[in-house]
């Protein structure tokens, strides 16, 4: 359960930073967004969150990451 605490305590504010991203992102004009900066930010941090939650036996999680990265990874690129 420590573990468990300290992966909370450690992702909910990265959490909440990615989602400030996301938000602020969407609100830019076209011209000013930087998607592939911001893909990036997301693919580092489900990186990070797959390796947190294998590491304190949350499997699912971490196979969800795992899955999340490989379609981002795989996706088309836009025209």
């Known amino acids: 359960l420590e573990f468990l605490a300290e992966f909370v305590e450690t992702h909910v504010p990265l959490l909440e ?3 400030g991203s996301l938000i602020t992102a969407s ?10 900066e911001l893909e990036k930010v997301i693919k580092r941090y489900l990186h990070n969150l797959k390796g947190d939650a294998g590491s304190i ?6 196979n969800a990451c795992h899955q999340m990265e490989d ?3 795989n ?5």
């Open 71 to 73: 379609r981002l990874q």
């Open 75 to 79: 996706r088309p690129v836009p025209s």
């Open 27 to 36: 609100r830019l004009a076209p011209e000013h967004q930087e998607p592939e």
């Open 57 to 62: 036996g949350l499997t699912g999680m971490a």
């Open 17 to 19: 930073e990615i989602e």
